[in-house]
């Protein structure tokens, strides 16, 4: 399984080769977009916008990710501004579609830098508590035996409130962990996993737990999830803590989760 699902959005330049001349005047058989970033250097889900103009009416306009997926807005009209955020920093490559009134279609990549802002990184989780732990999951193997205990896998997700197609072929799945077998470790190092959720935009994922079983990740497998709320503001914490203790009594799970502010 892959250990990040985080989408790169990579697409190629295609070139429209003019028409053969069918009497139509140039001016009127030519399809042509102007795009134009709102934001030069958007930070971490911050929502920004890519303000199109067409000399023909806009019947489609859509944003990839991975084939095939892909979001698409009907404008209906020469001018648009399509609707962006992204969750990962570091320049990214986007890719776009164009379709006219006519259905001539321009396809365009490009490139734009994400910054951190005032991000917060999670470093890392630490599992203190979940329900069941340390009891068997593998019937099939002796009680004295650890492969009877869960292999643990978690999940995060980022419910943006609106469509990211980076985060859309994967139902909003942000990140996946390493699969930690027999519950040999309640630790997960995120530190080098490029993971950011930036409080001033979107204050809070959901964490889900999971017992792996033979590569399968079955819906009565779930352990548990919950939400977890980050703020930024000093009225929250008073500071800015390193480690936030998550305390669920009611699903019987306690986490520690690891973070460094900018």
């Known amino acids: 399984m892959k250990k990040n699902i985080l989408f790169s959005c990579i697409c190629s330049l295609f070139i429209a080769c003019e028409k ?8 009127e058989n030519n399809f042509e977009v102007t795009t134009n970033f709102s934001i030069s250097e958007p930070t971490i ?3 920004f916008t890519l303000d199109i103009e067409s000399n023909k009416a806009l019947q489609e306009v859509t944003w990839f990710a991975e084939e095939p997926e892909g979001l698409t807005h009907y404008p209906e009209s020469e ?4 609707p962006l955020a992204l969750v990962t920093k570091g320049n990214r490559n986007l890719s776009f579609q164009f379709v006219c009134e006519d259905g001539d279609t321009i396809n365009r990549s490009l490139n734009i830098e994400v910054v951190r802002g005032n991000a917060v990184q999670i ?7 979940f329900d069941r732990m340390g009891e068997t999951w593998d019937p099939q193997y002796n009680e004295d035996d650890p492969a009877r205990l869960a292999d643990l896998i978690f999940a995060l997700q980022k419910p943006m409130g609106k469509d990211i ?11 996946f962990s390493e699969i930690h077998k027999n519950e040999e470790s309640l630790f997960w190092d995120l530190s080098e996993n490029n993971i ?6 979107q204050n809070s994922f959901q964490f889900h737990l999971a017992d792996w079983d033979e590569g399968e990740l079955e819906e009565d497998n779930l352990l548990q999830h919950a939400n977890v709320k980050v703020y930024y503001t000093h009225e929250s914490y008073g500071e800015q803590p390193e480690v936030i203790n998550i305390k669920r009594e009611d699903i019987n799970l306690e986490m520690n989760i690891h973070l460094n502010w900018p």
Do not use: V
């Open 20 to 27: 053969e001349d069918d009497g139509i005047p140039e001016s």
């Open 45 to 47: 889900d911050e929502d």
């Open 79 to 82: 001018n648009f501004q399509l």
């Open 123 to 129: 470093e890392g989780i630490e599992l203190i508590e």
């Open 165 to 175: 197609p980076e985060l859309m072929a994967s139902k909003n799945i942000w990140h």
């Open 196 to 201: 950011y959720i930036n409080p001033e935009y």
